[in-house]
């Protein structure tokens, strides 16, 4: 498990493919909702989706299409 106090505001998020999948907005895993893949709504990653720092990513352990389907939208 990944020490949470190294995950940054507005560091990308990409899945276990290096696919695109959003942008972190705070710890929780909350996505901005202005990053283009987030369509204007905040999106929740859960933590135990959470792998790896690389290059400054913060890398999945899923593909990123199976963390798209997973977000949880949220209207803000």
Same mark, same amino acid.
């Given at each position: 498990?990944?020490?949470?106090?190294?995950?940054?505001? *507005?560091?990308?998020?990409?899945?276990?493919?290096?696919?695109? =999948?959003? @942008?972190?907005?705070?710890?929780?895993? %909350? #996505?901005?909702?202005?990053?283009?893949?987030? *369509?204007?709504?905040?999106?929740?990653?859960?933590?135990?989706? =959470?792998? @790896?720092?690389?290059?400054?990513?913060? %890398? #999945?352990?899923?593909?990123?299409?199976?963390?798209?389907?997973?977000?949880?939208?949220?209207?803000?």
């Amino acid at each position: 498990m990944i020490d949470i106090n190294t995950i940054e505001e *507005h560091m990308e998020v990409v899945g276990s493919d290096g696919g695109h =999948v959003g @942008s972190v907005d705070n710890i929780g895993i %909350k #996505l901005t909702k202005n990053d283009p893949a987030a *369509h204007g709504q905040h999106h929740y990653i859960k933590l135990k989706y =959470v792998d @790896s720092i690389e290059g400054g990513k913060l %890398k #999945l352990n899923i593909p990123t299409e199976q963390a798209i389907a997973e977000e949880k939208a949220v209207e803000n």
